[in-house]
């Protein structure tokens, strides 16, 4: 740092300690599909980065909503809701089989 005197105009250089960094962090929480992490400020400077890194949690699905029924002729839908995030998954459920063969036993007497 350069120090002028005001009076005669002398001057002369001093060192000035490098202050540390105050650094804050703020953290981001994961989410079902992304992982979550800290980032810290430095109060003095603005200097940040990223650490801290914790893994997304996954989706966390609730018991399913049968959406269409079965039927002979026709699949069905099965619902999921993630219990966490607005996204939803389906499953097919396949057309009911019905078996009308009809068994005849021929019983000879004898």
């Known amino acids: 740092m350069l120090c002028i005197c005001l009076r005669c105009t ?3 250089f001093e060192t000035i300690a490098k202050l ?3 650094y804050v962090g703020v953290v981001s929480e994961p989410t079902c599909t992304e992982q ?3 980032t810290f400020t430095c109060l003095l400077c603005g200097h940040s980065y ?3 890194y914790v893994s997304e ?3 966390d699905w609730n018991e399913s909503v049968i959406t269409i029924e079965p039927s002979e002729d026709s699949e069905g839908l099965r619902t999921f809701f ?3 995030c607005d996204i ?3 499953e097919v459920i396949p057309k009911l089989f019905v078996d009308n063969k009809l ?3 021929l019983i000879v007497a004898v």
Do not use: A
């Open 10 to 12: 002398n001057y002369y």
């Open 20 to 22: 540390d960094h105050n």
């Open 36 to 38: 979550g992490y800290t």
């Open 50 to 52: 990223v650490d801290d």
């Open 57 to 59: 949690e996954g989706h």
């Open 82 to 84: 993630c219990l966490h």
């Open 88 to 90: 939803i998954r389906t």
């Open 103 to 105: 068994t005849v036993e």
